[in-house]
């Protein structure tokens, strides 16, 4: 196995094919996005990672001028020259809704230059029973070839965190299963090239369900502590040292709470089970009330904040907010489902004045700006959601250039509260 083909060349799928050339796979890696490509041929892309002290745009540098990494928007080209190919395109959910047509375009453009001994090894986190009931008829129809026969299709869920993902793809555990045994083989072979930690389950639905599940378990913890916070936030009690005192019982481990729940992974699957068994006529009640606790979360924050504003005799229309991270969590460029970003959204539906700064996040917004010092002159609340190691904030900063008595709400516990008082500002934290 030379030369592999990678669809979808995203977060997941830009590291993902990167990680294969370090095996001296070569990878082509096709993309429907074509100023995309355009960006990756000059070694440019959006996407923060890095490995071994190298960023990625090195590592993508490197694999294109060893001829190891080929972007093309020509799924064609890719697919004459390689027969294992791997699909990393998302499933989006609106109104909590899957929305199933970028995936089956995907499908259907595979299926359309399958050849006989292709392997189809899907990577995207996926509604139950997709890879059986939604890619294989697509693939058979547009190659009119036999899955299991005459190509072979598998699933293997994709687990790594952003920032963290050419580590994660070589060491993270990972599942797979296909249609058939032959299939299954065949999706291990090629997921063992990159990771010794492989393994097989008795079929796809085993494997897509089960992804989903460990990103809901994470959304279900997270709304309890999320609820604990908007608990003792009203109480005035400290929600960290209670999860501290709560997690000395050896068999309880809460996790930190925080304003809300970023990025695909974790809303799309609990939606992606529920839609499943709404359909089954099933209710889980306990997912779509995380999903519910979670969701509402910035809009929690946002009350919190404007309660503190109405204790220093000011409230939130016309009050001047700055932001600074508005990435879906620490260290990362990625915006999707921010609830930084929902923060943002609730301030200015409320009538408040909002500006961000946030190095991460390209493109423009209206209410971007490009330094730290536009961002915070004259502003009377800073919110700092998230962890960004290019902002630095300091006391100083924020003294020389934030109004009087202005409110910090450093969920994360970023600033020194004591500094922050000392220039008569309002801390709060969570
Ligand atoms: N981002 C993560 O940390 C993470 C972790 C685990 C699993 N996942 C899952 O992996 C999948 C991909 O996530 P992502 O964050 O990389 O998404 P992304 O949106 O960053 O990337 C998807 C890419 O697919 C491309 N694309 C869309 N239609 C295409 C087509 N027909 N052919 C080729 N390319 C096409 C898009 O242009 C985009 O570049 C999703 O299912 C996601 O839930 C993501």
Redesign the pocket.
């Known amino acids: 196995m030379k030369s592999i083909s990678v ?8 590291p993902l094919s990167l990680t294969y050339t370090f095996y001296g796979v070569k990878v082509y890696g ?4 074509k100023e ?1 490509i355009e960006r990756l041929k000059k070694f440019d892309t959006h ?1 923060l990672e890095d490995y071994h002290r190298k960023n990625i745009k090195e590592i993508l540098k490197e694999s294109i001028e060893n001829k190891l990494f080929e972007p093309t ?1 020509s ?1 064609e080209l890719a697919m004459k020259n390689t027969s294992e190919i791997i ?5 989006p959910v609106e109104n909590r809704k899957a929305i199933m047509k ?2 089956n ?2 499908m ?2 595979i299926g359309k230059n399958l050849k006989r001994g292709n392997l189809i090894l899907i ?4 509604p139950p029973g997709t890879t059986r009931e939604v890619a294989l008829p697509i693939l058979e129809k547009k190659s009119e070839l036999k899955c299991g026969k005459d190509f072979f299709l598998a699933y293997s ?6 920032g963290r ?1 050419f580590e994660e793809f070589q060491t993270m555990p990972v599942a797979v299963a296909g249609i058939n045994e032959e299939s299954t083989k065949r999706g291990k072979a090629l997921l063992d090239l990159i990771n010794p930690n492989v393994i097989k389950a008795s079929s796809p639905e085993i494997v897509e369900i089960s ?1 989903l599940i460990e990103n809901s378990s994470r959304d279900v913890n997270i709304a309890l502590v999320n609820e604990l916070a908007s608990l003792t936030e009203k109480m005035g009690v400290d929600t960290m040292e209670v999860i501290n005192v709560a997690n000395t019982h050896k068999r309880v481990k809460l996790l930190t709470p925080g304003i809300g729940v970023g ?3 974790i809303p ?2 609990t939606h992606y089970i529920y839609y499943e068994a709404q359909k089954l006529g099933l209710e889980l009640p306990l997912l779509s009330t995380a999903r519910e606790v979670n969701e509402n979360r910035p809009l929690q924050i946002v009350n919190y904040v404007e309660e503190a504003l109405s204790k220093i005799g000011k409230s939130l229309q016309g009050t001047k907010f700055a932001i600074t991270g508005i990435a879906m969590k620490d260290n990362s460029s ?1 915006i ?1 489902e921010s609830p930084a970003m929902r923060i943002k959204d609730i301030i200015i539906q409320k009538g408040g004045n909002i500006v961000w700064y946030d190095p991460n996040v390209e493109g423009d917004f209206k209410e971007k700006k490009e330094t730290i010092e536009e961002t915070l002159k004259d502003s009377e609340v800073l919110i700092i959601p998230i962890k960004q190691e290019l902002i630095k904030l300091n006391v100083d900063l924020l003294g020389s250039l934030m109004k009087e008595k202005s409110i910090i709400f450093d969920p994360k516990g970023l600033l020194d509260r004591k500094e922050i008082e000392k220039l008569g500002f309002v801390y709060i934290s969570i």
């Open positions: 669809f979808g060349l995203g977060f997941v799928g830009l096709v993309d429907v996005n995309y996407i928007d799924a699909v990393t395109v998302g499933v970028p995936f375009a995907a259907e453009t990577r995207s986190t996926v869920s994709e687990r790594i965190a952003e993902a992804k990025g695909h992974c799309y699957s990625d999707s």
